[in-house]
T-cell receptor, first 112, second 116 residues
Framework: GENVEQHPSTLSVQEGDSAVIKCTYS??????FPWYKQELGKRPQLIID?????GEKKDQRIAVTLNKTAKHFSLHITETQPEDSAVYFC???????????FGSGTQLTVLP | EAQVTQNPRYLITVTGKKLTVTCSQN?????MSWYRQDPGLGLRQIYY???????DKGDVPEGYKVSRKEKRNFPLILESPSPNQTSLYFC???????????????FGPGTWLTVT
């Protein structure tokens, strides 16, 4: 089955700096890669996703890049703000009903 | 309002006492899932359902049962809970898009379960 590894497990940045979280996946058939944000005590919520036929996608301060050859994808957050502090999860799906396999999560802390 | 609801939100129980966590969605989604979240392990899928009366095991199904008699409901059953099932549980309802090849999960609010 699919295996998704996520790094780092914790990340602290100064407000205004950029943050990068990286994930690798094992199943070359995976073709959908979402990122979820989970604030303390709340449910995970989708923030951005990318399909395998796209190399990069941006949404304001958030971007995701995908390298299919190397089987890794990354989340980039620019101009970080304290409200970006949360746990971020990457995930991968092969498009089957098996649905998503999640990474272990990254605790991002933005220091004021 | 589109939503996924879970009950109870918090539960403390003892080893061996059967319990059910309910999950309901009002979005008419066919796909639903149960996950458990543990520190350092992320979200691990327990069971999923593609439609009424169609369920299948996820990554960590041992000790759990599910049923899908109606489209909107997907209860999680622990027949004989053990302390290693102490965890945060999320139900999720999924929008499946063939065109986008995507499965966007809408999560419920979570259920904190402690088994002593």
């Amino acid at each position: 089955g699919e295996n998704v590894e996520q790094h780092p497990s914790t990340l602290s940045v100064q407000e205004g700096d950029s943050a990068v979280i990286k994930c690798t996946y094992s199943d070359s058939a995976s073709n959908y890669f979402p990122w979820y944000k989970q604030e303390l005590g709340k449910r995970p919520q989708l923030i951005i996703d990318i399909r395998s036929n796209v190399g990069e996608k941006k949404d304001q301060r958030i971007a995701v890049t995908l390298n299919k050859t190397a089987k890794h994808f990354s989340l980039h957050i620019t101009e970080t703000q304290p409200e970006d502090s949360a746990v971020y999860f990457c995930a991968a799906s092969s498009g089957s009903a098996r649905q998503l396999t999640f990474g272990s999560g990254t605790q991002l802390t933005v220091l004021p | 309002e589109a939503q996924v609801t879970q009950n109870p939100r918090y539960l403390i129980t003892v080893t061996g006492k059967k319990l059910t966590v309910t999950c309901s969605q009002n979005m008419n989604h066919e796909y639903m899932s149960w996950y458990r979240q543990d520190p350092g392990l992320g979200l691990r899928q327990i069971y999923y359902s593609m439609n009424v009366e169609v369920t299948d095991k996820g990554d960590v199904p041992e000790g759990y049962k599910v049923s899908r008699k109606e489209k909107r409901n997907f209860p999680l059953i622990l027949e004989s809970p053990s302390p290693n099932q102490t965890s945060l549980y999320f139900c999720a309802s999924t929008i499946r898009s063939d065109r986008r090849a995507s499965y966007e999960q809408f999560f419920g609010p979570g259920t904190w379960l402690t088994v002593t």
